[in-house]
């Protein structure tokens, strides 16, 4: 299965030890600075307490249903715990989708605010292997209060339980049953976006690339934080990009994870194929877009070549990124200003984005009534 022993520690999914350099025996650590850029000094204390815990992690075996579900139930105290708490909601309600036969169980949060408002179909990070609404339930509710809008999380089937295409095909029919059920929810079925955070970026635009192939609505705008768009094996990651050499160990995203998970998420698939590496799509013919990287991610200059293909292709793609965080910091709100301000304004510019496309869109329909 690629992992020692064939077990994972709790610690490994939110955490693994820092860069030797950075701990000083018996002295304060000194700040973490590579290509210039220093690390934010609340993850750097993080990883700190971190590394001091992770000799009394306890193991629990991943390969039986009982071992990941403890290990699944840490991730959800750890992302609970690093996030900050947010504001109170008009509104929380609990649904299910159909999906294969399987029962997908939704939240729809609705932030106080009025008036019809854009819906933002949300799928989590964790590597198709953690995550869900609990774990996300925090930043869920943030981002809905900061973008002004509605947004419907969604819990997506999980590997290896559930290996490819199952998440997949469960983000495309959450995105239409959402669009079906707009009206209701307090929107519109043509003002609804794709969302999501890591992997949950990578279900975004799949879902987007599915529904323009069929010719059905595409999604109004998509917001992607730190999405995988390249998950090819880790040799080669590392041999194309800086950023999976420089931050491939010690910054969360550390080799024993990636290589445990490609497996079990994608048995026998080509992993360059461009629904799993989106980096790939010859099509690149999307809705305007909002990409929030982190520079100390591997997966940064993945999400840089991303960006700038989608705005070589011609389309509306606004990149930004936080030079002092890492991987994940919707989870560190809690730990840092830095992220919360991360998480807060990229929220809020999703919302602008929304708003403006629903603008942009009328316009076009103005147009084409000859007003």
Not at 14 to 31: D, F, K, N, R, V
Not at 152 to 170: F, G, I, K, Q, T
Request: with cysteine.
């Amino acid at each position: 299965m690629g992992l020692p022993a064939l077990t994972v520690r709790m610690m490994l999914l939110s955490s693994l030890a820092i860069p030797a350099t950075s701990l000083a025996q018996g002295a304060p650590a000194q700040p973490i600075r590579i290509e210039g850029r220093t690390l934010d000094p609340g993850i750097q204390a993080l990883f700190a307490r971190e590394q001091a815990a992770e000799a009394h992690a306890p193991k629990e075996d991943v390969v039986t249903a009982a071992g990941r579900a403890k290990i699944r139930q840490g991730q959800i105290e750890q992302w609970s715990g690093g996030t900050a708490l947010p504001p109170k909601m008009q509104s929380v309600q609990n649904d299910t989708v159909k999906s294969d036969g399987a029962a997908i169980p939704v939240r729809i949060y609705r932030p106080v605010a009025s008036g019809p408002l854009p819906i933002i179909v949300y799928y989590h990070g964790g590597g198709w292997f953690i995550g869900g609404i609990e774990a996300s339930d925090r930043s869920s509710r943030q981002l809905a209060d900061d973008a002004k809008a509605i947004v419907v999380s969604v819990d997506y089937r999980l590997s290896p339980e559930a290996h490819y295409p199952a998440a997949w095909d469960d983000a495309q029919n959450a995105y239409e049953w959402t669009v079906s059920q707009a009206k209701r929810l307090g929107g519109a079925p043509d003002q609804v976006c794709v969302g999501g955070d890591s992997a949950g970026g990578n279900l975004s635009i799949a879902v987007t690339t599915r529904e323009i192939k069929a010719g059905k609505p595409a999604p109004l705008c998509q917001i992607l934080y730190y999405p995988a768009t390249d998950n090819r094996p880790i040799d080669t990651m590392r041999a194309t990009y800086a950023s999976s050499r420089l931050f491939g160990e010690g910054f969360h995203l550390d080799r024993e994870f990636t290589d445990y998970i490609l497996p079990i998420v994608f048995p026998g698939q080509d992993l360059a194929q461009p629904e799993i590496s989106p980096l790939f799509d010859e099509d690149r013919q999307m809705p305007p877009t909002l990409i929030a990287a982190a520079n100390f991610d591997p997966l940064r200059d993945s999400e840089r070549s991303y960006a700038a293909k989608l705005a070589k292709a011609g389309n509306i793609v606004s990149y930004v990124e936080f030079p002092s965080l890492i991987h994940g910091f919707l989870q560190h709100t809690a730990l840092t200003p830095e992220a919360t301000r991360a998480a807060r304004e990229t929220a809020k510019a999703a919302g602008v984005m929304a708003r403006d496309a629903i603008a942009a869109r009328a316009a076009q329909a103005a147009i084409r009534q000859g007003k």
